[in-house]
């Protein structure tokens, strides 16, 4: 899952942070929780002040020992973020109103593209070929919907271009029941005006679709070959007919 409180790098990472011993971290994923979703129920329920008795009750089923009063503290104040974060989660879900995609979380972004890079080795996943983090967030939210829908090579842009246009608020003009409005444009688009940055954008739309786990990075460079072949088909087919044509002209 790519949401915060269902992430397992997240859950990890914010034990690591707070305190939490590794071995300790350990035990409570082979036990079962391995998000902070799960902590939140692990030790009662959402809106509930959290005892330490449930925080002791928990530490002793998954590590076999009474947690130490750090350890109780910490996974007290983890619990109660833990809590907080799927409340919000679960009213900005029902609050919704547009259609932006939710930010995947630093850690489990960074855990996704490690495992890529060593799983696609004869890929470099850096500079022109690094997918931009709003197209990951694209990826990931039709994934969670699971309603997938046509990604454009010129929205597939690179990790660089995303940073160097952050700021960039652009504008268009368009025409909406007869009054020209003003609006903030779709986004940054990649130049695909060349066959190598058509390619550049294919990678990346292609490592895309393996990150959110919609589609694998070989079954895409398959189907980059297929456009590529049908490409070359036509554009020797049209040499020889006009070859073909101007060989005609001449004997007339």
């Not at 696609?120 to 996943?125: D, K, N, V």
């Not at 652009?170 to 444009?185: D, Q």
């Not at 550049?200 to 490592?207: K, N, P, Q, T």
């Not at 049908?230 to 101007?246: D, G, K, V, Y």
Request: proline share 4%.
């Amino acid at each position: 899952m790519s949401s915060l409180i269902d992430s397992s790098a997240q859950f990890e990472s914010q034990l690591h942070d707070t305190g939490v011993s590794l071995p300790l971290v350990t035990s409570l994923k082979t036990h079962g929780v391995r998000t902070l979703a799960q902590l939140a129920f692990a030790i009662g329920q959402p809106g509930q002040p959290i005892a330490d008795t449930a925080i002791e009750t928990l530490v002793q089923a998954a590590a076999g020992r009474p947690p130490t009063l750090n350890e109780t503290a910490i996974l007290k104040r983890v619990a109660f973020e833990a809590q907080t974060y799927l409340t919000a989660t679960l009213r900005q879900a029902v609050d919704r109103t547009d259609d932006a995609p939710r930010r995947i979380p630093m850690a489990e972004r960074s855990t996704r593209m490690e495992v890529l890079r060593t799983n696609l080795g004869g890929i470099s996943i850096q500079g022109e070929l690094e997918p931009a983090h709003c197209v990951l967030d694209k990826m990931c939210a039709m994934f969670e919907a699971n309603s997938l829908k046509h990604m454009d090579l010129a929205a597939c842009i690179s990790r660089p271009y995303e940073i160097q246009n952050t700021n960039n608020k652009n504008k268009e003009m368009t025409l909406e029941r007869g009054s020209l409005v003003i609006k903030a444009s779709e986004g940054p688009q990649s130049a695909t005006d060349s066959e190598i940055k058509a390619h550049y954008a294919f990678v990346r739309r292609g490592i895309a679709f393996q990150f959110a786990r919609l589609m694998s990075y070989n079954q895409h460079a398959q189907w980059e070959s297929f456009l590529f072949e049908a490409l070359r088909f036509t554009q020797r087919a049209t040499a020889t007919l006009q070859s073909t044509q101007l060989g005609t002209a001449s004997t007339m």
